[in-house]
């Protein structure tokens, strides 16, 4: 396989995977929080076909009343863990891009800055990096959310999630862009522009910035799985998103409870469902980053 | 020696600089301890100033850090409300199991990468190289989270391990802490392993195929002793450096693993005194694994400094 078909088959893959979480609302056949109190752990459902009904109340199967279809079991509840994955799959990988855009955006600014600049500026910058780097990344957003409000709504935990996970994972990003804004400001295009009169704001967008690029895309191809990991494990932590919106985080953690672990197996599909993401990913992020070593 | 103590003093004003950071972040922080209390109807916005003043919250920042710098060195790291104690004896404890933890692990998982790294960086091309890059792909992608909970519900299936904690009670307490350790810490050697691997084959392969080890190739020097005695310490620089990166990501994922696990580490701590935003748990946490980052690498750092004689001269 070529470098750029890798690239096109980890693309499609990955982009099947979020399509499935953002079309959950057609997907899946239930609501995420619609209770089923009489089949509390019901254990996934074959297929019977002649109870299946297709494009029934705008949503791509489900079966008649009082029938109820559970691909992938439900939970104590009796919600089903099918319709709550797909669901959930919009939390998770929504704030892992969302949080990695606000990383790299900020990493791009204060990298640029710095590297363009250099003098206090880059040494300022340089140093807040090493601080917040002093930190395991758990332990500084465990810290981070520690010192922010507990008792907050859904959504708010949503957006403080990737406030927080982007905010503090700024500075892997600007280090890499702030070297190669450094080796770029000396390149012999920049030096001539710079001569003829050209202003800073010019220099940096029109010949630093495209310069930048490749490192943005790497860059993002391994935040991106960081930080969906990131937000799975807060919320397992009861310090993200909490019920009854799901995210793969809050529900993994109920199949961490006893009786979920010796009886309930299908809990642990938000678990899985995490690594073909990872994998897609992965394989971007390998064949971005390893392009002319293949060829020996 | 001006090397490893420039290296100290840096690591000791990162430290520092956490603490100030952490500071000046707790006092912006809305809500502490007390306003949990308040939630309470009974308590009564006087009782709550009162005990604020009681517990000194109540004075200026600087007095507040001067005195928490104070208890540090006295060794009790400031006062736990929710524990009513010192932080300190709560620590100890704690810190023993998570270092214990992630102590084996780190060796284990070096043990293990090692010579998988260098075997690999022998057989590239060959079937086996490919078969284990494929294998260490699929395991980098699986979560240590989603790993920690198979395990322990195959050790609650199976009964062939505890499920869960550190020691049960009974005698041979070295054999029943051994069994304790297995799960968490194949948890954790397993995260790491794909990692470690990886950056060991890609030096090693640096090493092999480099113009110094041609000529001792053709000199007849054994492989063994050419791998281990000369390749190994010129593809260590990288290794080393990454032995201090990898803590962190150690020490994150030995969180997750204590947490699940009921492992009686800084983790599960650390979640009931944010829990309980016990402002004063959370920070000695805070500077505790700041501190294992900081030794970590300064570790890494004097190992360097011993191997490579081309730091010395800097």
């Given at each position: 396989m070529t470098r750029r078909t890798k690239i096109a088959a980890a693309l499609v893959f990955l982009g099947i995977l979020h399509g499935l979480a953002i079309f959950a609302g057609f997907l899946a056949p239930y609501p995420y929080a619609e209770q089923h109190r009489e089949f509390p752990y019901a254990p996934p459902t074959g297929i019977h076909w002649s109870g299946l009904q297709f494009l029934v109340h705008g949503r791509l199967f489900g079966v008649r009343e009082p029938g109820v279809v559970f691909l992938l079991g439900s939970d104590a509840y009796g919600r089903d863990v099918f319709s709550r994955l797909l669901y959930g799959g919009r939390v998770s990988l929504l704030t892992g891009l969302l949080a990695a855009f606000l990383s790299l955006s900020l990493g791009l600014a204060l990298g640029t800055a710095a590297g363009f600049y250099g003098g206090w500026l880059d040494r300022l910058l340089m140093r807040a990096g090493e601080l917040v780097?002093?930190?395991?990344?758990?332990?500084?957003?465990?810290?981070?959310?520690?010192?922010?409000?507990?008792?907050?709504?859904?959504?708010?935990?949503?957006?403080?999630?990737?406030?927080?996970?982007?905010?503090?994972?700024?500075?892997?990003?600007?280090?890499?862009?702030?070297?190669?804004?450094?080796?770029?400001?000396?390149?012999?295009?920049?030096?001539?522009?710079?001569?003829?009169?050209a202003s800073d704001a010019y220099l940096i967008r029109r010949h630093i910035l495209p310069?930048?690029?490749?490192?943005?895309?790497?860059?993002?191809?391994?935040?991106?799985?960081?930080?969906?990991?990131?937000?799975?494990?807060?919320?397992?932590?009861?310090?993200?998103?909490?019920?009854?919106?799901p995210s793969w985080g809050n529900m993994l953690a109920e199949a961490q409870q006893y009786h979920a672990l010796v009886a309930h197996g299908w809990m642990l599909a938000p678990g899985l469902a995490i690594i073909p993401v990872l994998l897609g990913y992965l394989l971007l992020a390998d064949t971005l980053m390893a392009p002319a070593s293949r060829a020996r | 020696m001006r090397y490893i103590g420039r290296r100290l003093l840096h690591g000791l004003l990162l430290l520092v600089g956490v603490s100030v950071l952490s500071f000046v972040f707790a006092e912006m922080a809305p809500g502490d301890y007390f306003s949990e209390l308040r939630t309470d109807p009974r308590v009564s916005a006087e009782a709550v100033a009162a005990l604020r003043a009681q517990y000194g919250l109540d004075r200026p920042l600087p007095v507040r850090y001067a005195a928490w710098v104070a208890s540090v060195l006295r060794g009790d790291f400031g006062y736990s409300l929710a524990y009513n104690s010192p932080v300190g004896p709560l620590l100890w404890g704690r810190?023993?199991?998570?270092?214990?933890?992630?102590?084996?692990?780190t060796f284990l998982a070096w043990l293990l990468a090692l010579p998988l790294g260098i075997w690999n960086a022998t057989a590239r091309g060959t079937w086996f190289d490919s078969v284990s890059k494929v294998v260490l792909s699929f395991l980098l992608a699986i979560p240590e989270l989603l790993l920690a909970i198979v395990f322990l519900m195959l050790a609650v299936e199976t009964g062939w391990f505890p499920a869960g904690g550190m020691v049960s009670p009974g005698p041979e307490r070295v054999k029943d802490l051994a069994w304790h350790l297995v799960l968490p810490v194949a948890v954790l050697v397993l995260g790491m392993l794909p990692t470690l691997v990886r950056h060991v084959r890609a030096s090693m392969a640096e090493a092999i195929d480099s113009p110094f080890a041609l000529s001792a190739r053709a000199q007849g020097i054994p492989r063994q002793r050419m791998l281990f005695r000369h390749l190994l310490p010129a593809a260590a620089n990288p290794l080393i450096s990454l032995f201090g990166f990898s803590l962190g990501t150690l020490l994150s994922a030995s969180l997750l693993v204590e947490v699940v696990m009921g492992w009686p580490g800084l983790g599960p701590l650390f979640l009931e005194a944010i829990m309980a935003r016990d402002f004063a748990l959370v920070l000695a946490v805070v500077m505790l694994s700041a501190s294992f980052l900081v030794v970590g690498n300064l570790l890494a750092d004097i190992l360097l400094y011993r191997m490579d004689p081309r730091i010395r001269m800097k």
């Amino acid at each position: 396989m070529t470098r750029r078909t890798k690239i096109a088959a980890a693309l499609v893959f990955l982009g099947i995977l979020h399509g499935l979480a953002i079309f959950a609302g057609f997907l899946a056949p239930y609501p995420y929080a619609e209770q089923h109190r009489e089949f509390p752990y019901a254990p996934p459902t074959g297929i019977h076909w002649s109870g299946l009904q297709f494009l029934v109340h705008g949503r791509l199967f489900g079966v008649r009343e009082p029938g109820v279809v559970f691909l992938l079991g439900s939970d104590a509840y009796g919600r089903d863990v099918f319709s709550r994955l797909l669901y959930g799959g919009r939390v998770s990988l929504l704030t892992g891009l969302l949080a990695a855009f606000l990383s790299l955006s900020l990493g791009l600014a204060l990298g640029t800055a710095a590297g363009f600049y250099g003098g206090w500026l880059d040494r300022l910058l340089m140093r807040a990096g090493e601080l917040v780097m002093a930190l395991p990344w758990l332990y500084l957003l465990l810290a981070v959310r520690a010192f922010l409000p507990l008792h907050i709504t859904t959504v708010q935990a949503f957006f403080l999630l990737i406030v927080i996970i982007g905010g503090v994972g700024w500075v892997r990003p600007a280090r890499m862009i702030r070297g190669v804004v450094l080796s770029a400001r000396e390149r012999g295009f920049v030096l001539a522009a710079r001569g003829f009169g050209a202003s800073d704001a010019y220099l940096i967008r029109r010949h630093i910035l495209p310069l930048t690029l490749g490192v943005v895309l790497t860059q993002a191809t391994v935040l991106i799985p960081q930080y969906i990991l990131a937000e799975v494990a807060l919320s397992f932590l009861g310090l993200g998103v909490g019920e009854p919106v799901p995210s793969w985080g809050n529900m993994l953690a109920e199949a961490q409870q006893y009786h979920a672990l010796v009886a309930h197996g299908w809990m642990l599909a938000p678990g899985l469902a995490i690594i073909p993401v990872l994998l897609g990913y992965l394989l971007l992020a390998d064949t971005l980053m390893a392009p002319a070593s293949r060829a020996r | 020696m001006r090397y490893i103590g420039r290296r100290l003093l840096h690591g000791l004003l990162l430290l520092v600089g956490v603490s100030v950071l952490s500071f000046v972040f707790a006092e912006m922080a809305p809500g502490d301890y007390f306003s949990e209390l308040r939630t309470d109807p009974r308590v009564s916005a006087e009782a709550v100033a009162a005990l604020r003043a009681q517990y000194g919250l109540d004075r200026p920042l600087p007095v507040r850090y001067a005195a928490w710098v104070a208890s540090v060195l006295r060794g009790d790291f400031g006062y736990s409300l929710a524990y009513n104690s010192p932080v300190g004896p709560l620590l100890w404890g704690r810190v023993r199991a998570t270092l214990l933890l992630t102590g084996t692990a780190t060796f284990l998982a070096w043990l293990l990468a090692l010579p998988l790294g260098i075997w690999n960086a022998t057989a590239r091309g060959t079937w086996f190289d490919s078969v284990s890059k494929v294998v260490l792909s699929f395991l980098l992608a699986i979560p240590e989270l989603l790993l920690a909970i198979v395990f322990l519900m195959l050790a609650v299936e199976t009964g062939w391990f505890p499920a869960g904690g550190m020691v049960s009670p009974g005698p041979e307490r070295v054999k029943d802490l051994a069994w304790h350790l297995v799960l968490p810490v194949a948890v954790l050697v397993l995260g790491m392993l794909p990692t470690l691997v990886r950056h060991v084959r890609a030096s090693m392969a640096e090493a092999i195929d480099s113009p110094f080890a041609l000529s001792a190739r053709a000199q007849g020097i054994p492989r063994q002793r050419m791998l281990f005695r000369h390749l190994l310490p010129a593809a260590a620089n990288p290794l080393i450096s990454l032995f201090g990166f990898s803590l962190g990501t150690l020490l994150s994922a030995s969180l997750l693993v204590e947490v699940v696990m009921g492992w009686p580490g800084l983790g599960p701590l650390f979640l009931e005194a944010i829990m309980a935003r016990d402002f004063a748990l959370v920070l000695a946490v805070v500077m505790l694994s700041a501190s294992f980052l900081v030794v970590g690498n300064l570790l890494a750092d004097i190992l360097l400094y011993r191997m490579d004689p081309r730091i010395r001269m800097k």
